[in-house]
């Protein structure tokens, strides 16, 4: 149909994939024809609300191109990654890639946000003006001064500090975000994306709310490290 879909989460709502509770509100959208809403949904609803006249096909096209995804063989509004991967075959690899980018963006807003609230209760305002930068710039990733064919815009430091520099995002928030979307890069698996997610948005998220020392990238990665090592040494949770 017309019109978007807004899905609102709260305080009270959990996140099924890592099985933790959101710290604070936060919305994501989907063109009103689409049956999932996701980071991804997300990103293409904001450049079709920002330019009425884009379809979904060309605002799927622009942030398909932007994030590095398969801009042919799969329907962004219906496709649901972790049913595609529990699937196997042929398709696991692709339902792989955009778990793992759906998770990149996820943690982009989350960090980013972070890093420019105040407090909490700020969180789901500043999440939206970093939502609407990063489509954008993903958007127009493949032409700007910052492109590099080798990076994605996900893992590229400069791309990224220049789509949210303008919001007051701090150099260790970017860092932060660069250091985990080169580690979750190389998962194998969906159980990596989500151990390496959960540590991430825990308490890396509630440090860059008051922190602005480079010294919190080290902290991070050292995170990152001990979360994927325990998937490795004991298997996911169960």
């Known amino acids: 149909g017309t019109g978007k879909i807004v899905v609102e989460a ?18 994501l959208y989907a063109p009103g024809s689409a049956t ?9 609803q904001n450049i079709i609300d920002n330019d009425p006249t884009k379809s979904v096909a060309q605002a799927t096209s622009l942030i398909a191109t932007g994030l590095g995804l398969p801009t042919t063989g ?16 042929t398709g696991q690899s692709n339902a792989l890639l955009v778990q793992k980018v759906a998770s990149q963006v996820a ?20 999440s939206e003006s970093v939502i609407a930068k990063i489509a954008a710039a993903a ?34 928030a970017v ?27 825990g308490p890396v998220a509630a440090g860059l709310v008051t922190s602005t020392s480079n010294s919190l990238t080290s902290i991070i990665l050292d995170l990152v490290e001990i979360s994927s090592s325990f998937t490795k040494l004991f298997g996911p949770s169960t």
Do not use: R, W
């Open 10 to 27: 709260t305080a009270n709502s959990m996140d099924m994939a890592l099985g933790t509770s959101f710290t604070s509100a936060l919305k």
């Open 74 to 89: 799969i329907d962004f509004m219906t496709y649901d990654p972790v049913a595609g991967y529990a699937s196997g075959g």
């Open 139 to 172: 958007a127009s990733y493949s032409s700007s001064t910052n492109y590099d064919a080798s990076t994605s815009f996900l893992s590229n430091s400069a791309a990224l500090q220049a789509a949210v520099q303008s919001l007051g995002v701090t150099s260790s």
């Open 175 to 201: 860092e932060a975000v660069v250091l985990y979307n080169q580690k979750i890069s190389t998962a194998s698996s969906l159980a990596n994306v989500f151990s390496t997610q959960s540590v991430i948005q």
């Open 107 to 126: 943690v982009l807003v989350t960090s980013a946000s972070a890093s420019i609230s105040a407090d909490a209760s700020h969180l789901s305002a500043a």
């Open 36 to 44: 999932v809403v996701n980071p991804i949904t997300t990103l293409i």
